[in-house]
């Protein structure tokens, strides 16, 4: 509930009556003040937050701001909104859950919990078969980290440099940039970086003492980086061969992101260890997971409690990313991801091919793009004139040129040729400018 100062409390009671203002009016006007007071300084300098645009609303592929505007979301809350907002199947599930039962009581078995790694069992690849349950993709990594130390008694553990796992101490010793890592050192002891897509260097960096590799089978923060082909399966070859275990990471990949349900999937992999969240809860409730194969998850009997979570695969979460899953089958998003992904690649790279000195590269898989620009300049330039024009698009972390496209697997074609025809009216303004500039350097050079 808002609490408002004394000598204003009986004035915004009047206007509520007389205006029909809710409480989530009051508070959206009062978003900017609140985030930059309240939350972090940084809200001042953010695009949207500094031009007091306040998230208000949001349907299918659209978000709707405080004053009326409608965005096209093409970042999907950086991979959560695979089925689209609030999908009307999720928000029942939900609704009807909370007449049921909201928090588990811990002690009394879960069915939410149960029927849902049941249907995991189903859908993921090969003999994953346990699930554990948590709130996010950083807890998935933390506990997925542990079990392959559990399991092995090993301690080592190889990352790729540019990764990104987290940010909790465990999953950002998996993360492969300084930038994060730094500040925070001393992390924790036995974590190795490698190249990502670098087969000969991983394999140079196994020891007798190493329990795992963790890898994404597409660097998401690292700029929408793509292994070679063969990479996936070149690795799962070389962690059987020196018994070490391999977790991959598709929180942001996992859920139809890239074509498939998991990006694995397109090299026939199978991990011994596979981390999701983010689409897992259809973008109505947070969820992640980590899950193994019935000989690795043995290593918690002992001790089932070793590793555990209050709130995770509480009955709302639970029956969110139930929904989900039968959404993605039921509305083949999948596949859709891969047709829609196809197209939106033919059109940017129309874009690449017409506008070279500004994008410089279009590179991705299924509904998960990456446009990396000629520079970082250039990047926020754009970013900023397509938030204008009633796009959402954002920078990826580790790649300050790169911008990330992650729309709702939902997406039309119609609403691609809307945000192709946007980028290409933002381009050809920037490249008329740059033009004269370079006609100028040459003229003073001769």
């Known amino acids: 509930m808002v609490v408002y100062k004394k000598n204003n409390l009986r004035k915004k009671t009047k206007s509520f009556k007389e205006a029909k203002i809710t409480q989530y009016d009051v508070i959206a006007n009062l978003a900017l003040t609140n985030s930059i007071e309240h939350l972090n300084l940084s809200y001042s300098q953010k695009l949207c937050g500094a031009e007091g645009s306040v998230e208000f609303k949001d349907e299918g592929v659209y978000t709707y701001d405080n004053k009326g505007k409608r965005y096209l979301d093409c970042l999907g809350g950086y991979g959560i909104f695979n089925i689209g907002h609030r999908h009307p199947k999720v928000i029942s599930a939900v609704k009807a859950q909370l007449d049921q039962v909201c928090l588990h009581s811990q002690d009394l078995l879960n069915p939410w919990a149960a029927y849902l790694a049941s249907q995991l069992a189903k859908i993921t690849p090969g003999n994953l078969k346990y699930t554990f349950f948590c709130n996010s993709g950083t807890e998935a990594v933390e506990g997925a980290l542990k079990l392959a130390r559990l399991y092995t008694g090993k301690s080592e553990i190889i990352s790729t440099k540019n990764s990104y796992h987290g940010v909790s101490l465990g999953a950002l010793s998996a993360t492969g940039r300084d930038v994060f890592r730094k500040p925070f050192e001393p992390l924790l002891n036995g974590f190795t970086h490698v190249p990502f897509g670098d087969i000969d260097a991983l394999a140079k960096a196994i020891t007798k003492d190493t329990a795992c590799v963790i890898l994404e089978p597409i660097q ?13 399966k070149q690795v799962r070859k070389l962690t059987k061969q020196h018994n070490i275990l391999l977790i991959l990471d598709e929180v942001q990949t996992g859920m139809g992101r890239t074509g498939k349900m998991f990006a694995c999937e397109h090299e026939s992999v199978v991990p011994d260890i596979l981390c999701l969240a983010k689409a897992l809860g259809g973008g109505v409730m947070p969820i992640g997971c980590f899950m193994s194969n019935a000989k690795v998850w043995q290593a918690f009997t002992p001790n089932p409690t070793i590793h555990n979570s209050t709130f995770g695969g509480n009955p709302l ?18 596949a859709r991801s891969m047709v829609m992904g196809n197209y939106f690649f033919t059109e940017l790279n129309k874009l690449k091919c017409k506008y070279p000195n500004i994008l410089k590269d279009v590179r991705g898989k299924g509904l998960l793009i990456g446009l990396e620009f ?24 580790n790649a300050n040129s790169t911008i990330r496209i992650e729309p709702p697997l939902i997406i039309t074609q119609s609403q691609i040729d809307f945000v192709i025809t946007t980028l290409d009216y933002i381009l050809t303004e920037l490249n008329a400018k740059i033009k004269p500039i370079k006609t100028k350097i040459l003229k003073k050079a001769n």
């Open 220 to 232: 998401g923060e690292g700029g929408i980086n793509l292994p070679p082909a063969g990479y996936l």
């Open 374 to 397: 000629n520079s970082q300049d250039l990047r926020e330039d754009i970013q900023v004139k397509l938030f204008h024009k009633g796009v959402l698009v954002a920078a990826t972390l």
């Open 317 to 334: 979460a639970c029956a969110a990313a139930s929904a989900t899953i039968e959404v993605l089958l039921e509305e083949h998003l999948i």
